[in-house]
């Protein structure tokens, strides 16, 4: 159900300027003060597939309005959700081979957390008071954090330091891991590298026209990415340095939190429009696709 009462336009415009990053909206101050913006209490975000049945998948339900946020699993065959999780949740949560669910979270301070799907054994693993960009890797045993220092950092699920990647004052936006190669967003590059035991290759590829890149950037084989700009979904070929737009769309329009799934080769993400709904009015949704790799066969998901 939408709101029904307008927001204060300085209210909207403290909201945006502070979440617009991270919700991938872009305003510009200027017009966020002739704007006034109307968010949808059905916002869901976040999405990530389950790594061992590719029906399901873990998405937040956030609600600007009482600042609650809500962890769930959804079945899509059968339009079912679950309740895993209540509370302050920070970036996008990632599901292990192992059924944990890897969540930073803020409780008195910001750390990393484990919970599993069933919403048991919620155990705290690190306590430094960091908001980490993490995810997992090899098989789920391990988990790499991209912290503040211009480093990749590897630990255990228990949280126990294990390897340290030096990534020479680049600072990653986000990351994902395939085999032995580390890839991850900065601003309006693509850069990966190569572990081979003490060595490491590290590559980067300029984003043509300078365009902002949105999301994080997925693995869908060895040599191949996906990832969204401003104006498109971008699948490079990280081999030939070949870039190829498999999906359109306008600035209004934003894609965010890209997730991929081996199972079924497919993507799942959050997509976030713009639309103006009256004199200086603008609603702001939020919803979750599916799409093949090539672009095609595009569904919403109606989460009910």
């Known amino acids: 159900m939408k709101s029904i009462t307008s927001i204060l336009i300085a209210l909207v415009c403290v909201l945006f300027l502070s979440c617009a990053k991270e919700e991938g909206i872009n305003p510009d101050e200027t017009e966020c003060l002739l704007y006034n913006y109307i968010m949808d209490t059905n916002y869901y975000e976040s999405p990530c597939f389950n790594p061992n049945n590719a029906d399901e998948f873990i998405f937040v339900h956030k609600n600007f309005y009482t600042g609650e946020k809500i962890l769930y699993k959804y079945r899509i065959s059968t339009n079912e959700k679950d309740l895993i999780y209540k509370g302050d949740i920070l970036e996008q949560p990632d599901w292990g081979e192992q059924d944990w669910i890897l969540l930073t979270l803020n409780i008195n301070h910001k750390n990393l957390w484990l919970i599993k799907s069933n919403g048991d054994s919620l155990t705290q693993i690190t306590f430094n008071n960091e908001n980490y960009k993490a995810t997992f890797i090899d098989q789920s045993s391990k988990i790499a954090l991209a912290g503040e220092d211009y480093t990749t950092k590897i630990i255990d699920l228990e949280g126990n330091l294990l390897d340290v990647i030096n990534l020479n004052s680049v600072h990653p936006v986000d990351h994902n891991f395939t085999t032995n190669t580390y890839a991850f967003t900065h601003v309006v590059q693509i850069h990966t590298v190569k572990l081979n035991g003490d060595t490491i290759s590290h590559r980067y590829y300029d984003i043509e026209g300078g365009l902002k890149i949105t999301s994080n950037c997925q693995w869908i084989n060895d040599w191949e990415l996906i990832f969204a700009t401003q104006t498109g979904i971008y699948k490079l070929n990280t081999e030939t340095k070949e870039k190829t737009r498999i999906r359109f769309h306008d600035e209004p329009t934003q894609y965010i939190h890209l997730d991929y799934s081996w199972i079924s080769n497919k993507l ?30 595009r569904q919403e998901i109606e989460i009910r």
Do not use: F, P, R, Y
């Open 268 to 297: 799942i993400m959050q997509k976030t429009e713009q639309k103006e709904i009256g004199d200086k009015l603008i609603e702001v949704k939020s919803i979750i696709v599916l799409m093949a790799t090539d672009g095609t066969n």
